[in-house]
Protein backbone atom coordinates (compact mmCIF):
# COMPACT_ATOMS: atom_id res chain seq x y z
CA UNK A 1 0.00 0.00 0.00
CA UNK A 2 1.51 3.31 -0.86
CA UNK A 3 1.66 6.04 1.80
CA UNK A 4 2.08 9.63 1.66
CA UNK A 5 3.84 11.34 4.78
CA UNK A 6 0.93 13.44 6.70
CA UNK A 7 2.97 16.70 6.04
CA UNK A 8 2.57 16.41 2.61
CA UNK A 9 -1.37 16.55 3.15
CA UNK A 10 -0.95 19.21 5.53
CA UNK A 11 1.09 21.45 3.19
CA UNK A 12 -1.58 20.50 0.33
CA UNK A 13 -4.40 21.72 2.72
CA UNK A 14 -2.52 25.01 3.73
CA UNK A 15 -2.12 26.02 0.77
CA UNK A 16 -5.16 26.16 -0.48
CA UNK A 17 -5.79 27.78 2.60
CA UNK A 18 -3.55 30.36 2.01
CA UNK A 19 -4.97 30.65 -1.80
CA UNK A 20 -7.94 31.17 -0.94
CA UNK A 21 -6.59 33.45 1.72
CA UNK A 22 -4.67 35.94 -1.09
CA UNK A 23 -7.58 35.87 -3.16
CA UNK A 24 -10.69 36.43 -1.20
CA UNK A 25 -10.57 40.02 -1.40
CA UNK A 26 -10.96 39.70 -5.21
CA UNK A 27 -13.62 36.47 -5.53
CA UNK A 28 -16.30 36.15 -2.60
CA UNK A 29 -16.99 32.39 -3.45
CA UNK A 30 -13.07 31.98 -2.93
CA UNK A 31 -13.37 33.29 0.14
CA UNK A 32 -16.16 31.50 1.15
CA UNK A 33 -14.13 28.39 -0.26
CA UNK A 34 -11.48 29.49 2.74
CA UNK A 35 -14.32 29.24 5.38
CA UNK A 36 -15.42 26.05 4.30
CA UNK A 37 -11.64 24.46 4.72
CA UNK A 38 -10.99 26.29 8.12
CA UNK A 39 -14.38 24.39 8.92
CA UNK A 40 -13.43 21.15 7.97
CA UNK A 41 -9.59 21.71 9.46
CA UNK A 42 -11.60 22.71 13.05
CA UNK A 43 -13.84 19.49 12.70
CA UNK A 44 -10.87 17.18 11.86
CA UNK A 45 -9.16 18.66 14.99
CA UNK A 46 -12.19 18.51 17.28
CA UNK A 47 -12.89 14.50 16.04
CA UNK A 48 -9.86 13.24 16.14
CA UNK A 49 -7.74 15.20 18.07
CA UNK A 50 -5.27 16.36 15.44
CA UNK A 51 -4.47 19.47 13.17
CA UNK A 52 -3.53 17.20 10.09
CA UNK A 53 -5.60 16.35 7.06
CA UNK A 54 -7.26 12.70 7.80
CA UNK A 55 -9.14 10.55 6.18
CA UNK A 56 -12.76 11.81 6.47
CA UNK A 57 -13.97 7.91 6.36
CA UNK A 58 -17.89 8.00 6.76
CA UNK A 59 -18.46 12.26 6.03
CA UNK A 60 -20.95 13.75 3.81
CA UNK A 61 -19.28 16.02 1.49
CA UNK A 62 -22.10 18.13 0.04
CA UNK A 63 -21.37 18.31 -3.69
CA UNK A 64 -22.18 22.18 -3.75
CA UNK A 65 -19.12 22.58 -0.92
CA UNK A 66 -16.00 22.33 -3.60
CA UNK A 67 -13.55 23.08 -1.21
CA UNK A 68 -14.44 21.08 1.21
CA UNK A 69 -14.63 18.25 -1.70
CA UNK A 70 -11.50 19.36 -2.79
CA UNK A 71 -9.82 18.85 0.58
CA UNK A 72 -11.74 15.32 1.11
CA UNK A 73 -10.48 14.75 -2.64
CA UNK A 74 -6.66 15.13 -1.31
CA UNK A 75 -7.62 13.50 2.00
CA UNK A 76 -8.95 10.12 0.45
CA UNK A 77 -6.32 9.87 -2.30
CA UNK A 78 -3.46 10.69 0.36
CA UNK A 79 -4.19 7.42 1.76
CA UNK A 80 -2.73 5.76 -1.19
CA UNK A 81 -4.84 2.90 -0.43
CA UNK A 82 -5.78 1.10 -3.79
CA UNK A 83 -7.81 -1.72 -2.25
CA UNK A 84 -11.45 -0.23 -2.92
CA UNK A 85 -10.37 1.08 -5.79
CA UNK A 86 -9.42 -2.00 -7.38
CA UNK A 87 -12.47 -3.72 -5.64
CA UNK A 88 -14.65 -1.58 -7.45
CA UNK A 89 -12.94 -2.00 -11.38
CA UNK A 90 -13.14 -5.62 -10.62
CA UNK A 91 -16.70 -6.25 -9.55
CA UNK A 92 -17.88 -4.02 -12.80
CA UNK A 93 -15.48 -5.74 -15.25
CA UNK A 94 -17.43 -8.06 -17.13
CA UNK A 95 -14.04 -10.16 -17.84
CA UNK A 96 -13.53 -10.66 -14.54
CA UNK A 97 -13.66 -14.33 -13.15
CA UNK A 98 -16.47 -14.67 -10.98
CA UNK A 99 -15.14 -17.58 -9.14
CA UNK A 100 -11.87 -16.28 -8.00
CA UNK A 101 -11.13 -14.80 -4.16
CA UNK A 102 -10.55 -11.36 -5.29
CA UNK A 103 -13.90 -11.24 -7.18
CA UNK A 104 -15.84 -12.67 -4.36
CA UNK A 105 -13.94 -10.64 -2.11
CA UNK A 106 -14.99 -7.26 -3.98
CA UNK A 107 -18.26 -8.55 -4.50
CA UNK A 108 -18.75 -9.00 -0.47
CA UNK A 109 -17.59 -5.30 -0.02
CA UNK A 110 -19.85 -3.59 -2.82
CA UNK A 111 -22.47 -6.01 -3.74
CA UNK A 112 -24.72 -3.85 -0.77
CA UNK A 113 -24.24 -0.68 -1.93
CA UNK A 114 -24.90 -1.29 -5.35
CA UNK A 115 -27.82 -3.55 -5.02
CA UNK A 116 -29.39 -0.02 -3.05
CA UNK A 117 -28.29 2.03 -5.63
CA UNK A 118 -30.03 -0.56 -8.44
CA UNK A 119 -33.30 -0.84 -6.19
CA UNK A 120 -33.85 3.35 -5.85
CA UNK A 121 -33.10 3.58 -9.35
CA UNK A 122 -35.70 1.52 -10.83
CA UNK A 123 -38.24 2.82 -8.03
CA UNK A 124 -37.66 6.20 -9.32
CA UNK A 125 -36.61 7.57 -5.38
CA UNK A 126 -35.20 10.47 -6.50
CA UNK A 127 -34.15 11.28 -3.51
CA UNK A 128 -32.38 8.20 -2.57
CA UNK A 129 -30.46 8.26 -5.46
CA UNK A 130 -29.20 11.48 -4.73
CA UNK A 131 -28.22 10.32 -1.44
CA UNK A 132 -26.50 7.57 -2.96
CA UNK A 133 -24.49 9.95 -4.93
CA UNK A 134 -21.75 9.87 -2.19
CA UNK A 135 -18.84 7.52 -1.58
CA UNK A 136 -19.36 4.04 -2.40
CA UNK A 137 -16.13 3.48 -0.67
CA UNK A 138 -13.31 6.10 0.80
CA UNK A 139 -11.28 6.16 -2.20
CA UNK A 140 -13.24 8.57 -4.60
CA UNK A 141 -14.66 11.88 -4.06
CA UNK A 142 -18.26 11.57 -4.04
CA UNK A 143 -19.06 11.78 -7.12
CA UNK A 144 -16.61 9.32 -8.79
CA UNK A 145 -18.77 6.73 -7.15
CA UNK A 146 -21.61 7.51 -8.20
CA UNK A 147 -20.28 7.54 -11.63
CA UNK A 148 -19.56 4.00 -11.12
CA UNK A 149 -23.31 3.48 -10.52
CA UNK A 150 -23.59 4.78 -13.57
CA UNK A 151 -21.38 2.26 -15.04
CA UNK A 152 -23.18 -0.73 -13.73
CA UNK A 153 -26.36 0.30 -14.20
CA UNK A 154 -25.16 0.71 -18.21
CA UNK A 155 -23.26 -2.54 -17.77
CA UNK A 156 -26.15 -4.31 -16.92
CA UNK A 157 -28.55 -3.53 -19.47
CA UNK A 158 -26.25 -4.29 -21.93
CA UNK A 159 -25.83 -8.20 -20.16
CA UNK A 160 -29.70 -7.98 -19.99
CA UNK A 161 -30.20 -7.15 -24.13
CA UNK A 162 -27.88 -10.01 -24.56
CA UNK A 163 -30.29 -12.32 -22.67
CA UNK A 164 -32.92 -11.16 -25.06
CA UNK A 165 -34.62 -9.34 -21.57
CA UNK A 166 -35.86 -6.30 -23.20
CA UNK A 167 -37.69 -5.02 -20.33
CA UNK A 168 -34.94 -5.32 -18.04
CA UNK A 169 -32.44 -3.70 -20.41
CA UNK A 170 -34.92 -0.75 -21.07
CA UNK A 171 -35.49 -0.51 -17.09
CA UNK A 172 -31.40 -0.04 -16.55
CA UNK A 173 -30.64 1.87 -18.81
CA UNK A 174 -33.10 4.92 -18.26
CA UNK A 175 -32.31 4.48 -14.41
CA UNK A 176 -28.61 4.92 -15.82
CA UNK A 177 -29.72 7.71 -17.82
CA UNK A 178 -31.79 9.40 -14.77
CA UNK A 179 -28.75 9.15 -12.59
CA UNK A 180 -26.42 10.43 -14.93
CA UNK A 181 -28.67 13.55 -15.34
CA UNK A 182 -29.04 13.97 -11.39
CA UNK A 183 -25.13 14.28 -11.37
CA UNK A 184 -24.55 16.40 -14.22
CA UNK A 185 -26.30 19.41 -12.89
CA UNK A 186 -24.09 19.25 -9.59
CA UNK A 187 -21.73 22.40 -9.20
CA UNK A 188 -18.99 21.03 -7.72
CA UNK A 189 -15.71 21.04 -8.34
CA UNK A 190 -15.59 17.71 -10.02
CA UNK A 191 -19.10 17.74 -11.60
CA UNK A 192 -17.88 18.81 -14.89
CA UNK A 193 -15.58 15.97 -15.46
CA UNK A 194 -18.47 13.85 -14.04
CA UNK A 195 -20.53 15.25 -16.60
CA UNK A 196 -18.71 14.32 -19.72
CA UNK A 197 -17.84 11.13 -18.32
CA UNK A 198 -21.92 9.90 -17.43
CA UNK A 199 -22.96 10.69 -20.75
CA UNK A 200 -20.65 9.51 -22.44
CA UNK A 201 -21.59 6.39 -20.76
CA UNK A 202 -24.82 6.60 -21.55
CA UNK A 203 -24.17 7.09 -24.81
CA UNK A 204 -22.62 4.11 -25.39
CA UNK A 205 -25.86 2.62 -24.23
CA UNK A 206 -27.78 3.38 -26.98
CA UNK A 207 -25.06 2.13 -29.09
CA UNK A 208 -26.03 -0.86 -27.25
CA UNK A 209 -29.34 -0.81 -27.65
CA UNK A 210 -29.64 0.45 -30.89
CA UNK A 211 -30.29 -3.04 -32.60
CA UNK A 212 -33.72 -3.09 -30.19
CA UNK A 213 -34.35 0.74 -30.90
CA UNK A 214 -37.95 -0.27 -32.56
CA UNK A 215 -39.39 -1.93 -28.75
CA UNK A 216 -38.74 1.67 -27.11
CA UNK A 217 -40.81 4.24 -27.87
CA UNK A 218 -38.47 6.57 -25.81
CA UNK A 219 -35.69 5.21 -27.38
CA UNK A 220 -35.63 8.80 -30.05
CA UNK A 221 -36.63 11.31 -27.29
CA UNK A 222 -34.18 10.58 -24.52
CA UNK A 223 -31.19 10.62 -27.70
CA UNK A 224 -32.56 13.93 -28.52
CA UNK A 225 -32.22 15.10 -24.93
CA UNK A 226 -28.81 14.50 -24.64
CA UNK A 227 -26.66 17.72 -23.97
CA UNK A 228 -25.10 19.03 -27.24
CA UNK A 229 -21.69 19.20 -26.47
CA UNK A 230 -21.66 15.34 -26.40
CA UNK A 231 -21.94 14.98 -30.19
CA UNK A 232 -22.24 11.46 -30.14
CA UNK A 233 -25.91 11.79 -31.15
CA UNK A 234 -25.02 12.76 -34.98
CA UNK A 235 -22.82 9.57 -35.24
CA UNK A 236 -25.84 7.40 -33.85
CA UNK A 237 -28.06 9.37 -36.49
CA UNK A 238 -26.05 7.46 -39.44
CA UNK A 239 -25.54 4.16 -37.87
CA UNK A 240 -21.90 4.07 -37.37
CA UNK A 241 -20.69 1.07 -35.78
CA UNK A 242 -19.31 1.79 -32.24
CA UNK A 243 -15.42 1.97 -33.18
CA UNK A 244 -16.78 4.60 -36.38
CA UNK A 245 -18.82 6.43 -33.67
CA UNK A 246 -15.92 6.27 -31.71
CA UNK A 247 -13.47 7.58 -33.77
CA UNK A 248 -15.89 9.88 -35.50
CA UNK A 249 -16.69 11.55 -32.24
CA UNK A 250 -12.75 12.12 -30.70
CA UNK A 251 -12.29 13.45 -34.21
CA UNK A 252 -14.82 15.89 -34.17
CA UNK A 253 -14.89 17.49 -30.64
CA UNK A 254 -12.76 14.95 -28.34
CA UNK A 255 -15.78 14.05 -26.00
CA UNK A 256 -12.97 11.90 -24.40
CA UNK A 257 -9.51 13.23 -25.27
CA UNK A 258 -7.95 10.76 -23.38
CA UNK A 259 -8.91 7.64 -25.37
CA UNK A 260 -8.24 9.52 -28.45
CA UNK A 261 -4.98 7.63 -27.91
CA UNK A 262 -6.58 4.47 -29.03
CA UNK A 263 -7.57 6.03 -32.28
CA UNK A 264 -4.19 7.15 -33.14
CA UNK A 265 -1.93 5.38 -32.74
CA UNK A 266 -2.81 2.52 -35.00
CA UNK A 267 -2.55 4.65 -37.81
CA UNK A 268 0.34 6.60 -36.92
CA UNK A 269 2.73 4.59 -35.28
CA UNK A 270 4.34 1.30 -35.73
CA UNK A 271 3.32 -0.94 -33.06
CA UNK A 272 6.78 -2.96 -33.30
CA UNK A 273 7.80 0.70 -32.34
CA UNK A 274 5.77 0.64 -28.94
CA UNK A 275 5.52 -2.85 -27.92
CA UNK A 276 8.55 -4.14 -26.12
CA UNK A 277 9.56 -7.54 -27.23
CA UNK A 278 8.98 -9.64 -23.81
CA UNK A 279 4.75 -8.06 -24.39
CA UNK A 280 2.12 -9.52 -27.12
CA UNK A 281 0.39 -6.77 -28.77
CA UNK A 282 -2.69 -7.65 -26.63
CA UNK A 283 -0.87 -7.46 -23.14
CA UNK A 284 0.63 -4.17 -24.32
CA UNK A 285 -2.72 -2.87 -25.02
CA UNK A 286 -4.96 -4.26 -22.17
CA UNK A 287 -1.81 -3.07 -19.65
CA UNK A 288 -0.91 0.56 -21.22
CA UNK A 289 -3.33 2.51 -23.09
CA UNK A 290 -6.60 1.12 -21.49
CA UNK A 291 -5.28 0.94 -18.48
CA UNK A 292 -4.20 4.79 -18.25
CA UNK A 293 -8.14 5.75 -20.38
CA UNK A 294 -9.76 5.37 -18.01
CA UNK A 295 -11.00 1.85 -18.38
CA UNK A 296 -9.61 0.53 -15.25
CA UNK A 297 -12.44 -1.99 -14.87
CA UNK A 298 -11.66 -3.82 -18.30
CA UNK A 299 -7.75 -3.62 -17.19
CA UNK A 300 -8.40 -5.40 -14.10
CA UNK A 301 -11.21 -7.96 -14.83
CA UNK A 302 -8.48 -9.01 -18.58
CA UNK A 303 -5.78 -8.88 -15.60
CA UNK A 304 -7.57 -11.23 -13.51
CA UNK A 305 -8.47 -13.57 -16.18
CA UNK A 306 -5.07 -13.83 -17.63
CA UNK A 307 -3.78 -14.47 -13.45
CA UNK A 308 -1.68 -11.47 -13.82
CA UNK A 309 -1.59 -8.80 -10.85
CA UNK A 310 -1.95 -5.50 -11.07
CA UNK A 311 1.64 -4.57 -9.39
CA UNK A 312 2.47 -6.03 -12.97
CA UNK A 313 0.29 -4.27 -14.42
CA UNK A 314 1.71 -1.38 -13.33
CA UNK A 315 5.25 -2.92 -13.91
CA UNK A 316 4.37 -3.45 -17.78
CA UNK A 317 3.35 0.40 -18.08
CA UNK A 318 6.53 1.48 -16.50
CA UNK A 319 8.60 -0.61 -18.73
CA UNK A 320 7.16 0.39 -22.24
CA UNK A 321 7.26 4.16 -20.89
CA UNK A 322 11.06 3.14 -20.65
CA UNK A 323 11.02 1.47 -23.81
CA UNK A 324 9.05 4.42 -26.26
CA UNK A 325 11.76 7.01 -24.20
CA UNK A 326 14.54 5.10 -25.86
CA UNK A 327 13.35 5.55 -29.02
CA UNK A 328 14.03 8.92 -29.61
CA UNK A 329 11.19 10.54 -32.40
CA UNK A 330 9.34 7.01 -32.88
CA UNK A 331 5.59 7.97 -31.52
CA UNK A 332 4.03 10.76 -33.64
CA UNK A 333 0.67 11.18 -33.27
CA UNK A 334 -1.52 13.46 -35.12
CA UNK A 335 1.94 14.90 -36.84
CA UNK A 336 3.54 15.64 -33.18
CA UNK A 337 6.37 14.12 -31.61
CA UNK A 338 6.13 13.42 -28.38
CA UNK A 339 9.15 11.79 -25.94
CA UNK A 340 7.12 9.73 -23.99
CA UNK A 341 3.53 8.23 -23.50
CA UNK A 342 2.95 9.99 -20.48
CA UNK A 343 3.52 13.23 -22.50
CA UNK A 344 0.40 12.39 -24.60
CA UNK A 345 -1.42 11.85 -21.70
CA UNK A 346 -0.71 15.31 -20.17
CA UNK A 347 -1.24 16.85 -23.48
CA UNK A 348 -4.77 14.91 -24.05
CA UNK A 349 -5.90 15.78 -20.44
CA UNK A 350 -5.13 18.99 -20.92
CA UNK A 351 -7.25 19.81 -23.61
CA UNK A 352 -10.12 17.54 -21.57
CA UNK A 353 -9.78 20.04 -18.70
CA UNK A 354 -9.51 23.38 -20.93
CA UNK A 355 -12.60 22.30 -22.93
CA UNK A 356 -14.47 21.37 -18.78
CA UNK A 357 -13.06 24.93 -18.44
CA UNK A 358 -15.06 26.85 -20.89
CA UNK A 359 -18.10 25.91 -19.02
CA UNK A 360 -16.96 28.70 -16.36
CA UNK A 361 -17.26 26.54 -13.36
CA UNK A 362 -13.54 26.12 -13.14
CA UNK A 363 -10.36 25.82 -14.66
CA UNK A 364 -8.66 22.04 -14.23
CA UNK A 365 -5.27 21.50 -16.10
CA UNK A 366 -3.00 18.65 -16.25
CA UNK A 367 -0.09 18.50 -14.61
CA UNK A 368 2.87 16.33 -15.03
CA UNK A 369 4.38 17.10 -11.35
CA UNK A 370 7.81 18.28 -10.27
CA UNK A 371 10.89 17.97 -12.46
CA UNK A 372 9.20 16.76 -15.26
CA UNK A 373 8.16 13.96 -13.42
CA UNK A 374 4.92 11.51 -13.15
CA UNK A 375 3.61 11.59 -9.15
CA UNK A 376 3.56 8.21 -7.65
CA UNK A 377 0.00 7.00 -7.14
CA UNK A 378 -1.41 8.11 -4.29
CA UNK A 379 1.40 11.03 -3.82
CA UNK A 380 0.42 14.78 -3.90
CA UNK A 381 2.25 17.18 -5.01
CA UNK A 382 2.37 21.05 -5.17
CA UNK A 383 2.95 23.21 -7.72
CA UNK A 384 2.42 26.86 -9.34
CA UNK A 385 -0.49 27.88 -11.92
CA UNK A 386 2.24 29.97 -14.52
CA UNK A 387 -0.84 31.83 -15.14
CA UNK A 388 -2.03 33.40 -11.65
CA UNK A 389 1.41 32.34 -9.47
CA UNK A 390 -0.75 30.31 -7.27
CA UNK A 391 0.04 27.34 -5.63
CA UNK A 392 -1.96 24.47 -6.77
CA UNK A 393 -2.57 20.81 -4.90
CA UNK A 394 -2.27 17.68 -7.26
CA UNK A 395 -4.83 14.91 -6.18
CA UNK A 396 -3.54 11.85 -8.27
CA UNK A 397 -4.90 8.38 -8.74
CA UNK A 398 -4.60 6.07 -11.28
CA UNK A 399 -5.51 6.91 -14.11
CA UNK A 400 -4.85 10.50 -14.66
CA UNK A 401 -3.42 13.99 -13.07
CA UNK A 402 -5.38 16.05 -12.73
CA UNK A 403 -4.84 19.63 -10.57
CA UNK A 404 -7.47 21.56 -9.08
CA UNK A 405 -7.38 25.55 -9.36
CA UNK A 406 -9.47 27.86 -6.94
CA UNK A 407 -9.71 30.12 -10.10
CA UNK A 408 -12.96 29.44 -10.82
CA UNK A 409 -14.16 31.03 -13.96
CA UNK A 410 -10.38 31.73 -15.42
CA UNK A 411 -10.63 30.55 -19.19
CA UNK A 412 -6.99 30.64 -20.20
CA UNK A 413 -6.36 28.20 -23.73
CA UNK A 414 -2.15 28.95 -23.39
CA UNK A 415 0.36 26.19 -23.10
CA UNK A 416 0.93 24.98 -19.83
CA UNK A 417 4.24 24.67 -18.21
CA UNK A 418 4.53 23.08 -14.99
CA UNK A 419 7.49 23.59 -12.50
CA UNK A 420 10.35 21.77 -14.43
CA UNK A 421 8.99 20.10 -17.19
CA UNK A 422 8.29 20.96 -20.70
CA UNK A 423 4.66 22.94 -22.28
CA UNK A 424 2.98 20.83 -24.90
CA UNK A 425 0.90 22.61 -27.11
CA UNK A 426 -2.27 21.35 -27.49
CA UNK A 427 -2.80 22.60 -31.30
CA UNK A 428 -0.43 19.77 -32.35
CA UNK A 429 -2.85 17.07 -31.66
CA UNK A 430 -6.22 19.00 -32.32
CA UNK A 431 -7.02 22.03 -34.99
CA UNK A 432 -6.94 25.49 -33.72
CA UNK A 433 -10.82 25.85 -34.65
CA UNK A 434 -11.79 22.79 -32.38
CA UNK A 435 -9.30 23.90 -29.84
CA UNK A 436 -11.64 27.47 -29.35
CA UNK A 437 -14.47 25.66 -29.38
CA UNK A 438 -17.09 26.28 -26.56
CA UNK A 439 -19.77 24.06 -25.14
CA UNK A 440 -23.26 25.09 -25.67
CA UNK A 441 -24.70 25.10 -22.23
CA UNK A 442 -27.84 23.26 -22.91
CA UNK A 443 -29.29 21.03 -20.10
CA UNK A 444 -31.45 17.89 -20.85
CA UNK A 445 -35.20 18.00 -20.42
CA UNK A 446 -36.24 16.88 -17.02
CA UNK A 447 -37.48 13.48 -16.85
CA UNK A 448 -37.79 14.10 -13.15
CA UNK A 449 -41.30 13.46 -11.15
CA UNK A 450 -43.33 16.55 -10.63
CA UNK A 451 -42.04 18.60 -7.36
CA UNK A 452 -38.33 17.36 -7.60
Not at 41 to 47: D, E, F, L, P, T
Not at 146 to 172: E, F, K, P
Not at 247 to 261: S, Y
Not at 305 to 334: C, F
Request: overall charge positive.
Amino acid sequence: MLKVHPSKTLVCALFLVGTATLTGCRHSKVGQLRQELESVQARIKSKYGVEKPVDLVGERIPAKDNGVAMLAAAMRVGRGDNKMFDAEALYLSPRSNRQSPEYLEAERLLKPKFDKLMEASRANCWRTMSDLATPITTNYPELSQARLGVRLLITRARQSASRGDVTAAWSDFTAGYRLAKLLSNSPSIEGVLTQIDCWSMVLRGFEILLPLRDKFPDYQALLESVPDELDWRTALKFEYTSEMAYRETLRRNGVRPILAVLQYVPDTVKEADLVPSEFTRDEWIYTNFIYLGQKWEETLGWANEKGITMDEVRRRWKKTDEHVRSQPDRLRIAGAVFPSLSDVFISLMRFSAQKAATRGLVRVVAFQGKNGRWPNPGEIEVGTDPFMNQPLRVAYGDGACVVYSLDINRQDDGGYDSTGSTSIDTTAVYPPDLRRRRFRNQQAPSTAPQGR
